[in-house]
């Protein structure tokens, strides 16, 4: 496991934008696989995007597409989540997570390790 450590969240106007980062310390193959999730309220904990630093596309919820980008720095051991046009549905705690292995997945099962969450409210 590696210790995650998000950064980011906040207030914003629907069509808005925001960054959210997620710094990690540890072994750097488990931080192989990396995504984001959220939990609404009322809601299950939603994938959001992830990706995989040996390559293949990243995936994304449905709902997200087009309007949110996941990207990674590895010389800073940081990954990013850029949401642009949000809207008001988007509103939850968005966490990080991570795991080892070559490919993601939008299901929280597998990733070992997991930022403490931040939270995102658009308002309309």
């Known amino acids: 496991q590696v210790q995650l450590v998000e950064s980011g969240g906040g207030l914003v106007q629907a069509g808005g934008s925001l960054r959210l980062s997620c710094s990690a310390s540890?072994?750097?193959?488990?931080?192989?696989?990396t995504g984001w999730f959220r939990r609404a309220p009322g809601k299950e904990r939603e994938g959001v995007a992830c990706?995989?630093?040996?390559?293949?596309?990243?995936k994304w919820a449905d709902s997200v597409k087009g309007r949110f980008t996941i990207s990674r720095d590895m010389a800073k051991n940081t990954f990013y989540l850029k949401m642009d046009n949000l809207d008001p549905e988007d509103t939850a705690v968005y966490f990080c997570?991570?795991?080892?292995?070559?490919?993601?997945?939008?299901?929280?099962?597998?990733?070992?390790?997991w930022g403490q969450g931040t939270q995102v409210t658009v308002s309309s």
């Open positions: 997570a991570a795991r080892d292995g070559t490919s993601c997945h939008l299901v929280p099962i597998g990733y070992d390790s």
């Open positions: 540890g072994r750097s193959d488990s931080v192989a696989v």
């Open positions: 990706m995989a630093s040996s390559g293949g596309a990243p």
